[in-house]
């Protein structure tokens, strides 16, 4: 295990609690090296994770929406990259990317809806019923559950990030190296509370 800001575990010495894991995506990111210090909260993190990027309700564009957002509200630089670089490969384009990086979207129907729905939760704590109609209107009350539990699961992330200074992992920050949108993740960009943000819910 290393010292400091990100005490990340080394793959030889991850716990045998942790055997099935060894080999899968979890054990490949440094934000899962660091959680492996509490083997049993991995092991349960890996069930919800495994659900919410892997069967959730919500398509894999309307997904990465939801993180881009929760990660720049949180200023997580390693949410940002890391999911800067898979929204590409699920399809989203650079410009709607950037669009979660901006103080007022400009996105249009239900992108715009689903950035609206992250800054109106990270600011009151709930939805409105219009909001929520709307949302249940674009993806179902599944979809909604979803993403709520996503915007919590990645909020959580967020907070274990940037309190332990993960460093973004070193494939990732390669392929970003010098990118406009990686840059949008500059702490200095991203407003953890505006209540400007949500004023479009209404």
């Given at each position: 295990m290393t010292t400091g800001c990100h005490p990340l575990v080394a793959d030889e010495d991850w716990p045998e609690?942790?055997?099935?894991?060894r080999g899968g995506p979890l054990a490949q990111l440094n934000v899962y090296k660091m959680m492996a210090n509490h083997p049993s909260l991995l092991l349960a993190w890996s069930?919800?994770?495994d659900h919410l990027v892997v069967h959730s309700a919500l398509?894999?564009?309307?997904?990465?929406?939801?993180i881009l957002?929760?990660?720049?509200?949180?200023?997580?630089?390693?949410e940002w990259v890391h999911h800067v670089s898979r929204s590409r490969r699920v399809g989203l384009s650079d410009d709607v990317i950037a669009l979660c990086a901006t103080s007022v979207p400009a996105a249009a129907g239900g992108d715009a809806l689903l950035l609206d729905v992250v800054d109106a939760l990270?600011?009151?704590?709930?939805?409105?019923?219009?909001l929520l109609a709307r949302l249940q209107d674009l993806v179902g009350i599944k979809g909604?559950?979803?993403?709520m539990a996503t915007i919590g699961m990645y909020t959580t992330l967020a907070f274990l990030l940037e309190t332990f200074a993960v460093p973004v992992d070193d494939d990732v920050a390669a392929e970003l190296a010098g990118?406009?949108?990686a840059a949008l993740g500059s702490a200095a960009e991203r407003p953890v509370s505006?209540?400007?943000l949500v004023g479009r819910e209404a």
């Open positions: 609690q942790l055997i099935k894991l069930v919800l994770r398509s894999p564009q309307q997904s990465e929406l939801v957002r929760t990660g720049w509200r949180w200023r997580s630089r390693y990270m600011e009151r704590g709930k939805l409105s019923e219009d909604s559950l979803d993403v990118d406009p949108l505006t209540g400007a």
